[in-house]
């Protein structure tokens, strides 16, 4: 009998030593987890550049309508519209549709300032301007686009013209 007490009590003490787990390794070692997941599951970043709207498209889905049209610096093809409801941006060859977020910011023809897409959102951001007749060729404004990790996928200064 007295060769099994040995045993029992070594069987004891390496079941003890087993469960004592340090908290704050356990907690370390998940977030080390969790981050490698979502490194893992980020897909690559990708530039978007827009292509120019046509006049066919304007005349096709009526963007000659109340709303604001970005275009950038130096450049007189339309890149942007944007109404209350609805923007038009056209990526690879297809004019993507993006729904106005209603809790943005107003612009002036009662566009919006942010649009969200399918698979990214965008943003008009009016810059401040020095000039007294801002609205005679349009704001100062800066057009950002995200993709769907938010990331800034593409960004132009130009100005945005607003028609009620």
Request: with cysteine.
């Amino acid at each position: 009998m007295t060769s099994k007490v040995p045993v029992v009590f070594l069987s004891l003490a390496l079941l003890a030593g087993c469960a004592k787990e340090d908290p704050t390794q356990k907690e370390a070692e998940d977030a080390e987890d969790v981050a490698m997941v979502e490194r893992m599951s980020r897909e690559p970043f990708r530039p978007i550049v827009p292509d120019p709207i046509t006049p066919v498209d304007v005349a096709r889905y009526g963007l000659d309508r109340p709303g604001c049209s970005f275009r950038k610096d130096g450049s007189k093809d339309l890149l942007f519209f944007g109404d209350a409801s609805d923007g038009f941006l056209r990526v690879g060859g297809d004019l993507n549709r993006f729904a106005a977020k209603t809790g943005s910011a107003e612009l002036p023809g009662g566009a919006r300032a942010t649009y969200i897409g399918l698979s990214s959102w965008l943003d008009v951001v009016l810059l401040p301007d020095k000039r007294i007749d801002n609205d005679a060729h349009g704001r100062p404004a800066r057009l950002i686009l995200h993709d769907a990790q938010e990331r800034v996928a593409f960004m132009a200064d130009g100005l945005v013209s607003c028609k009620s």
